[in-house]
T-cell receptor, first 114, second 115 residues
Framework: GAVVSQHPSWVICKSGTSVKIECRSLDFQATTMFWYRQFPKQSLMLMATSNEGSKATYEQGVEKDKFLINHASLTLSTLTVTSAHPEDSSFYIC??????????FGSGTRLTVV | AQSVTQLGSHVSVSEGALVLLRCNYSSSVPPYLFWYVQYPNQGLQLLLKYTSAATLVKGINGFEAEFKKSETSFHLTKPSAHMSDAAEYFCAVSDGSGNTGKLIFGQGTTLQVKP
C-alpha cells in the first residue's frame, strides 16, 4: 500500500533555531501533502496544503514565514519550522491523498523546543 | 462547511464489552466520513470509511460504523473490546472538494479498556 515516510520521528532543538521535517512518498507520487499539527490530547489541526510545484496554501492563522513548506518533487514535501520557540513544540503529521478518499499518514514528528 | 463532533472525549469499557464511540457530522454536501485510530506518538491508521455505498461499513480489527443520514451520525462500534483497542479515535469528514480534499477531524475520543 501507499506509504509516507516521515523523518525525524522526534527532534529537540534550541530556541531560535530552525528544524526541517521531511515526508517522502515511497511507492506513489504525492501531488498533494497535508500538514497537521497536534497538541497533546487534542485533535489534528490542518496547517497547510502543499502541491507539487506550486506555493502552499496556509490555513487561517498559520504564519507562512514561520512554517515554510516546500513540495519540490512528487515524492518529497518538507516543513521547516523557522526560529523555533517553545510554543512551537508539538506533534507534526503529514498526510497524502492516495485516490478515492484514501489518505496515508506519516508516523509523525515530535518537536520539542528548549 | 463540513464539521464533525465527537461526543465524549473519554470512554472507558471493560474488556469484552461493547465499544460505542459517537460521531455526528455537519455537511452541506453528501459527506464522506472516516474513522481513524492513533496510538501514542504515531500517525493515524484508517479503521473504515463511508463513501456513499453501503450505510453499514465494516472496517479492520472488528470495528464497524453505520451512516445514518436522518441522525447525521456515524458512530463507531465493536462488539467486544480488546485491551489492544485502547487508543485515541478520530472521526473525520472530507471537506467536499473531491476525493483528494482535506480532512476535517473531530476532537478525538480516548478509549480506555479495563481488564
Amino acid at each position: 500500500g501507499a506509504v509516507v515516510s516521515q523523518h525525524p520521528s522526534w527532534v529537540i532543538c534550541k530556541s531560535g533555531t530552525s528544524v526541517k521535517i521531511e515526508c517522502r512518498s515511497l511507492d506513489f507520487q504525492a501531488t498533494t501533502m497535508f500538514w497537521y499539527r497536534q497538541f497533546p490530547k487534542q485533535s489534528l489541526m490542518l496547517m497547510a496544503t502543499s502541491n507539487e510545484g506550486s506555493k502552499a496554501t496556509y490555513e487561517q492563522g498559520v504564519e507562512k514565514d514561520k512554517f515554510l513548506i516546500n513540495h519540490a518533487s512528487l515524492t518529497l514535501s518538507t516543513l521547516t519550522v523557522t526560529s523555533a520557540h517553545p510554543e512551537d513544540s508539538s506533534f507534526y503529521i503529514c498526510s497524502a491523498p492516495t485516490g478515492y478518499y484514501g489518505y496515508t499518514f506519516g508516523s509523525g514528528t515530535r518537536l520539542t523546543v528548549v | 462547511a463540513q464539521s464533525v463532533t465527537q461526543l465524549g472525549s473519554h470512554v472507558s469499557v471493560s474488556e469484552g464489552a461493547l465499544v460505542l464511540l459517537r460521531c455526528n457530522y455537519s455537511s452541506s454536501v453528501p459527506p464522506y466520513l472516516f474513522w481513524y485510530v492513533q496510538y501514542p506518538n504515531q500517525g493515524l491508521q484508517l479503521l473504515l470509511k463511508y463513501t456513499s455505498a453501503a450505510t453499514l461499513v465494516k472496517g479492520i480489527n472488528g470495528f464497524e460504523a453505520e451512516f445514518k443520514k436522518s441522525e447525521t451520525s456515524f458512530h463507531l462500534t465493536k462488539p467486544s473490546a480488546h485491551m489492544s483497542d485502547a487508543a485515541e479515535y478520530f472521526c473525520a469528514v472530507s471537506d467536499g472538494s473531491g476525493n483528494t480534499g482535506k480532512l476535517i477531524f473531530g476532537q478525538g475520543t480516548t478509549l480506555q479498556v479495563k481488564p
